[in-house]
């Protein structure tokens, strides 16, 4: 299924590209700016089973989509400069904001660098649990027990099911299935446990490579330090807020501020949904946040900024630099806002 949605959406792109319509479209679509989502920038991986490699791209071409989004005549610009464009209706010139979410190390180690030798501001959306270690990065666990496992015992929904994972090709067919599956759970906290048992039932302990991979109160620091930096929040725990009660979901939220507030002195403006799509978060998480009292809070939903976005500061959308995907023509796609545009049905806000 994965592998047919991959063809689907390559083929999108491809007749989007090689037909010229995404030119066409653009003075349509392209809206006045775009929020980019990144996660993880480092080297490429040699592993067959990589299923979170959606999440990862080259520092290469990280570079690439930076000199190419200049070279367009695009303001590379800072959320809080976004936040002023849109209330003051500045659209003189089309601007781009660069975001990572999670707080990875090699956002540090790789992107910071391309970044600050282009003068280019970002913002990166915190989980203080993360930086704490505590809580887990739960779909990286599921990885670690697929990749370590030969089969897999599992029962879902009161059925017990055994998967082979012999192959890597095995292997991303069951951390589909199982992703799937955990993400209907009806809590966050069921998603939790049941990942926490396959990893203690195949002794995967992956605190340490967590470790390794996040970033430290103290790197966090550096970074604010310049200023083109933005620190934002993205909760305590990074749980999908839809499935947890109202009072937790703003816990979460506001903790999170604070922790961040009370590590580095700086009390973010801005959030970031975990997950981000319409099952992670909805109108209830949209009014909690604006209650709290943030400048703006971006979804994962796809899309381009229009006008309209003034009216919708607490669910903004963004576009996604897929590492499934690394091709400067797909970047082009993307920015012109045809594919958004048509995954949107020509809606230029979506917020329900």
């Not at 849109?86 to 540090?108: E, H, M, P, S, V």
């Not at 109108?283 to 703006?296: A, N, S």
């Not at 006008?307 to 796609?333: C, K, T, W």
């Amino acid at each position: 299924m994965a592998r047919l949605r991959d063809k689907i959406i390559r083929a999108g792109f491809e007749t989007l590209y090689f037909s010229r319509a995404h030119g066409v479209l653009r003075s349509f679509c392209a809206g006045v700016g775009v929020i980019l989502t990144f996660h993880h920038v480092r080297p490429a991986r040699d592993d067959a089973f990589q299923p979170n490699g959606i999440l990862e791209i080259t520092p290469q071409f990280f570079e690439e989509v930076i000199v190419a989004l200049r070279q367009s005549g695009i303001d590379l610009i800072s959320l809080d400069d976004m936040h002023r464009r849109l209330i003051d209706q500045d659209f003189l010139r089309r601007f781009a904001c660069i975001t990572f979410d999670d707080g990875y190390r090699d956002n540090k180690t790789f992107a910071y660098p391309i970044l600050k030798r282009h003068r280019v501001p970002f913002a990166i959306y915190v989980p203080s649990g993360f930086i704490d270690r505590e809580g887990g990065l739960w779909w990286l666990t599921l990885e670690a027990v697929i990749a370590s496992a030969d089969q897999l015992d599992v029962v879902i929904d009161g059925e017990p099911r055994r998967f082979s994972c012999a192959t890597a090709e095995d292997k991303q067919t069951v951390f589909s299935a199982i992703y799937w599956w955990l993400r209907a759970l009806p809590t966050d906290d069921e998603i939790r446990a049941q990942v926490r048992a396959l990893a203690e039932c195949h002794g995967v302990d992956a605190r340490n490579t967590f470790d390794d991979l996040l970033l430290t109160w103290a790197e966090l620091a550096e970074l604010a330090a310049d200023p083109l930096m933005t620190v934002g929040a993205h909760t305590v725990s990074h749980p999908i807020l839809a499935k947890i009660r109202p009072d937790t979901a703003r816990r979460e939220i506001d903790c999170s501020r604070k922790r961040i507030a009370h590590a580095l002195g700086i009390s973010p403006a801005h959030f970031s949904y975990p997950i981000g799509d319409p099952t992670s978060a909805g109108p209830r998480e949209f009014e909690i946040v604006q209650e709290l009292g943030f400048k703006t809070a971006v979804t994962t939903r796809p899309g381009m900024l229009f006008p309209e976005h003034r009216g919708h500061f607490m669910a903004l959308p963004r576009v996604s630099i897929n590492g499934d995907y690394q091709r400067m023509r797909y970047v082009e796609v993307l920015m012109s806002g045809a594919s958004t545009a048509l995954w949107n049905g020509f809606r230029h806000v979506n917020a329900a």
